[in-house]
């Protein structure tokens, strides 16, 4: 019902900045969260960063916390990830995920409803 297209993503050298976009649609409802987990390649899906529509809070992993930020443009649907200072150890497919009801805590843990296609990221030393 509800269709998570993510954009953006692509090679960078580190130290680099990329700008990750995901835009939803299909239904009538919003969100009530939208963020970013990553995979990298033999490993676990790990959360990134969330934003809470309503009041526009933000929550980070550790790992990017001071690099990463996530903002949201109601207008268009659409939540933007702003990756700084970017690391050869962010090189992961990263997607975009939605949750009508919860908390920025169960988001993290994966408690999503839908899930995006997901993009690459390369950082290259």
């Known amino acids: 019902q509800v269709q998570l297209v993510e954009s953006g993503g692509g090679p960078v050298q580190a130290g680099g900045s990329l700008r990750l976009s995901c835009t939803a649609s299909g239904s009538t409802f919003s969100s009530e969260i939208m963020g970013w987990f990553r995979q990298a390649p033999g490993k676990e899906r790990e959360f990134v960063a969330s934003f809470l529509w309503s009041g526009s809070g933000t929550y980070f992993s550790e790992h990017v916390k001071g690099r990463f930020t996530i903002s949201g443009n109601n207008a268009r649907n659409t939540v933007y990830l702003q990756m700084n200072s970017l690391k050869p150890e962010d090189t992961a497919v990263y997607y975009c995920?939605?949750?009508?009801?919860?908390?920025?805590?169960?988001?993290?843990?994966?408690?999503?409803?839908?899930w995006g296609q997901g993009t690459q990221v390369t950082v290259s030393s």
């Open positions: 995920a939605s949750v009508l009801g919860g908390s920025m805590w169960t988001f993290s843990r994966g408690r999503v409803d839908y």
